[in-house]
């Protein structure tokens, strides 16, 4: 996502930078003629302006000798004009210098711990623009140290102070992480709709209608909750697609429609989430909303399983491999799944000992070594969580 971000915000000075009202003559010489496209007496005047203080000056020559307009391209001679004016406090030229550094989009150098060197300079100063990449630098852990509170102090001045859109969305979904304050919960959703009023994005919509779909920090608007959902879901966001899915699927929701639902989840599912394809797959299995199929949700309770979806997957998938009227129908390989999750699942564990028991039962002769064959259940403590918070 950065990225995008990263291209929307580049708003590094391409056209010449005004002072409004100053009492350089030659600065202002320097602008008509520039107005005029006459570029190369306005790279003369504005050198002559720069070589005597003007750190405007400074810049607009840097940015003449990048293009190049009037002269000869230069980047060395560009960087040293940007570095004087960035000493002299002019925050444009300092936060030209952080991009430079950030992307490397003159030399080819990428110094990323530079950059935010050039961007702090900037921001700490009140550059909104250097705050935003500071912010999100200071949030990856991009060429800093990971500080999410630091990234909050950036962004919130970029959002306040420079009035960006993509910062306010930033900022909104950062303050709405549950592990925050009400306060700043609250805060964050109001970043988010002001977001939303000048720019269209998914995660901006997602992170909308999980609020008014949960209720807990700003009024329970279910209406709302799917009206957002479906946005961010027609712009690609595969969650959106499976909540979307299943609000029109839940019986207890007003307004339901089941067969836009199921094809929503179906849309998350051939998407590649893995709980929309188990939420699929049920629906095919007991034939809910549309005509029952279990070979076919056979193929996607596997695929669930296989790509790590297990928890919510092993008893299902068991079944049908175990049942003979479907095509796949493959008890051995049903068995392999059951002792796959022994060791981790209370439930398999137990289907799979007490089966031995059966057996040990007729064949006393083979009672104990059927006992070493039993798998003691043993739940990791670190076993990957997978995200369902939002179905």
């Known amino acids: 996502m950065n990225r995008c971000l990263l291209s929307l915000l580049f708003i590094v000075s391409g056209c010449i930078a005004s002072l409004g009202q100053t009492d350089d003559a030659i600065f202002n010489q320097a602008q ?13 005047l504005y050198k002559q302006s720069a070589d005597a203080g003007n750190p405007e000056a400074m810049h ?95 962004m919130r001045i970029a959002a306040t102070e420079g009035d960006i859109p993509i910062s306010k969305a930033v900022l909104g979904m950062m303050l709405t992480d549950w592990a925050r304050s009400e306060a700043e919960i609250r805060e964050g959703v109001d970043f988010l709709l002001k977001a939303r009023t000048r720019m269209t994005s998914p995660e901006i919509d997602f992170a909308i209608a999980l609020e008014y779909d949960h209720g807990g920090h700003m009024p329970l608007d279910v209406i709302n909750a799917i009206q957002y959902y479906k946005k961010a879901a027609d712009n690609g966001n595969v969650y959106a ?7 029109n699927i839940s019986e ?33 299995h007991v034939g809910k909303f549309m005509p029952k199929n279990k070979s076919l949700a056979l193929k996607y309770y596997q695929e669930a399983y296989d790509a790590g979806y297990k928890q919510n997957t092993w008893y299902n998938l068991m079944a049908l491999l175990c049942d003979n009227s479907v095509d796949g129908y493959n008890p051995e390989k049903g068995v392999a799944v059951v002792k796959e999750m022994a060791p981790s699942d209370e439930k398999a564990n137990q289907l799979y000992n007490s089966t031995l028991d059966e057996v040990a039962e007729g064949m006393s002769e083979f009672k104990e070594y059927i006992e070493q064959m039993k798998i003691p259940l043993d739940v990791r403590k670190n076993r990957p969580q997978l995200k369902t918070t939002t179905l």
């Open 32 to 44: 008509q003629a520039y107005l005029n496209r006459d570029y190369k007496e306005a790279f003369l």
């Open 60 to 154: 607009n020559v840097a940015l003449m000798l990048i293009q190049p307009l009037g002269c000869v391209q230069d980047v060395a001679a560009a960087i040293d004009y940007y570095i004087k004016a960035s000493k002299a406090g002019y925050n444009p030229s300092t936060y030209n210098l952080g991009h430079m550094n950030y992307m490397g989009n003159l030399n080819g150098e990428v110094n990323k711990p530079m950059a935010a060197n050039f961007f702090r300079m900037a921001a700490d100063n009140g550059h909104p623009e250097s705050a935003h990449y500071l912010g999100l630098m200071y949030k990856d852990g991009d060429g800093v140290e990971q500080d999410t509170e630091k990234a909050i102090k950036y």
């Open 252 to 284: 207890s929701a007003s307004q339901c429609n089941p067969v836009i639902g199921v094809r929503y989840i179906k849309r998350a599912a051939d998407n590649g989430d893995l709980p929309s394809k188990a939420v699929y797959a049920y629906l095919l």
């Open 241 to 247: 697609m499976r909540r979307y899915g299943v609000l």
